[in-house]
Structure formats: C-alpha cells, structure tokens
C-alpha cells in the first residue's frame, strides 16, 4: 500500500509544474480505460468533456483526468495529454485511430505567481512522461503548485495548499482512493478546527472565514474562480451512473474538510473512475462513505504536504488556531 491514489491497480499519476510561475497540472492515465462519473457543485467550473460522462452517452471509459492550474487556460493541457496517449496508441476505437477520452477540470491560481504562464499543450504531455505507478508527491505539485486556500481577505493573506492523495483498502481487496488540488476560497479544517486559511494581520495564525463573514468582511481582491479539484478511484466494477453518485457522496468529504465550499466563487468538481479489476456486490453506500473519508484526509494531506513559495506561508511554518471565536 502506497497509501495514496496509486493503490488501485493499472492508474498512473503524472505531474509537471513552473514552480516561478506557481502552477502546474497532474494527470491520472489508465490506459486500459476507466468508468467514470463527475460532479460539479462550485457555481465557477471550468471543465472538458463532462457532458461525454452523463450515464445516458454513450462513451463508457475514460483514459485520463487532468487537473490542471491556469483558469480556463489551462484546459489546453488537456491536449497534450490527448497526444501523448494517441501516440501510444491508446483510445476509443473510432475506425480510423484511437481517441483517446481525456476529461478534466481547471482551477484559478492566477493571482499568484505569474498568470502569463499557464499549463499548455507541452506541460500536459510532460506530465505524462513523468507518469508513474509507484511515486505520487504531494504538496506543491501538478496542479497543486499554486493552489492556495482562505481568500476572504485577498491574495496576501492566503495559506499555501496543494495536492493530497489517501487511501483505504477493505478486506475484501477493494480499494477507495482519492487525488485533490485544493484551492478553496474557504478554510481547511482537521477535527473542527482551522488548520489552514485566511491569514491574520501579522500572519502567524488563521482566522475563521465563516466568523469574518457573519461580522460583515466580504471577498476581497480574488477572482470569483477559485475552485477544489478531484478524482475518487476505486478497482470495483461500476458503471457510470454509480461513478457519478460517488462523485456525488464525495462532495461530502469537502464539506466535512473544507467551509464555506460550493460557493459562488468556487468550481467544486469531483471525478470518479473505476477500473472495474474487482466485480463485487459491495454496497454503493459503502463505496461512496469510503469516498467521503479518503477526500477529507486527501484535503488534509494537501496542506499538511505544502510549503513556503515566494513568500507564502506554509502549514509547516504556521502555528494555527482558530484566531476568532
């Protein structure tokens, strides 16, 4: 046990990022294809091809998922992930070649670092080369290198985040795992309590977001795009519509995690893939609980993993509490 998204059998991981400009994506390749769900409950997504996964379409598998930094921009990094697996020869079987199905989901990390520079074409298919089955780092990489959380008061009090993945394994041999980029306009929280998000004035601690706003502080200085991205992976056989209540389930995880989330200012989206390596009649219920409990612990991970960049607090470095009662 990797005791991360890697756990299920035949998925890759692969990240690239520009650690001066602060961002970066991360993809998930299985190249045997995946059954795959997604929800999105932020009302600011920026996506590729979710409507392919409603259950009533007929595409059943996918290749890849990306997550991605750069806005809307840095949905091109799909493309070079889409190169990388049609040379490779792997995809939809469409007569003449193979299209490969490559689906993904972006998050605004502009305001930090330098929004000049995006994840494209060329950092996608770098991530591909740099998949892998055994190592997956967390922290400041993939599409967690500019990801940051607690944007009530602006760029400059926000903390670091990043990119976490965790994993369960039952008896039975079915595994639920869980792979986020969180960049939430909201705060973190570990056992009821703040662990990372708006910063106080001098820095040395977190304040509760949701008390700021209840006093009357609004949103200052950030884009409305902010935006947690994520992927559950199981080995269990399901078809798509119970991917898609999955992906469903595990919105509770960032809200167990994570608040105020699914804002207007947020493009909460979360993707579910299963390689179907084990058929079993384990209940939905409990597939879908697993999910909950591997994105709250994947989200943790995040910002347990960041740390400091061009001046940005790190978890590490934080001595955190909750500054407003």
């Known amino acids: ?47 590729r091809e ?43 079987d469409a007569g003449p070649c193979k299209v490969p199905i490559v689906v993904g989901a972006v998050l605004f990390d502009l305001a930090i670092g330098n929004h000049k520079i995006r994840p494209d074409k060329q950092m996608g298919y770098e991530a591909c080369l740099n998949a892998s089955e055994t190592v997956l780092k967390q922290g400041n990489y993939g599409a967690g290198c500019g990801a ?30 869980a792979l986020v980029a969180v960049n939430a306009l909201g705060d973190v929280y570990e056992n009821g309590k703040v662990i990372a998000g708006a910063l106080n004035d001098d820095k040395t601690g977190c304040l509760n977001s949701y008390e700021l706003m209840k006093q009357g502080v609004t949103k200052g200085g950030f884009s409305i795009d902010n935006t947690t991205i ?46 179907g390596e084990i058929e079993t009649d384990a209940d939905l219920t ?13 989200i943790i991970n995040a910002v347990k993993n960041a740390k400091q960049i061009n001046e940005i607090p790190s978890y590490n470095e934080l001595n955190y509490e909750i500054l407003v009662k």
Do not use: W
């Open 286 to 298: 409990l597939i879908g609980s697993l999910a909950v409990e591997v994105m709250e612990k994947s």
């Open 50 to 92: 979710t409507d392919l996964l409603d259950p009533v379409n007929t595409i059943q598998k996918v290749h890849a998922v990306v997550l991605s930094g750069g806005s809307a921009f840095g949905l091109e990094s799909t493309c070079g992930v889409s190169q990388y697996l049609e040379e490779r020869n792997i995809g939809f």
């Open 230 to 275: 994520g992927i559950i992976a199981t080995n269990a056989k399901l078809d798509k519509a119970q991917c898609k209540k999955i992906s469903q389930m595990a919105h509770d995880g960032y809200a167990r995690a994570i608040f105020p989330i699914h804002t207007p200012h947020d493009g909460d989206t979360i993707f579910t893939m299963a390689t």
């Open 1 to 47: 046990m990797y005791n991360n998204i890697l756990d299920v059998k035949g998925l890759k991981v692969g990240q690239a990022q520009n650690e001066d400009a602060l961002t970066g994506c991360t993809v998930v390749i299985c190249e045997e294809g995946a059954t795959c769900g997604v929800d999105v409950r932020g009302a600011a997504p920026g996506t």
């Open 148 to 177: 940051s959380v607690g944007k009530l008061r602006g760029p400059q009090f926000v903390t670091k985040s990043g990119i976490g993945s965790h994993s369960i394994k039952l008896d039975n041999g079915i595994v639920v795992s």
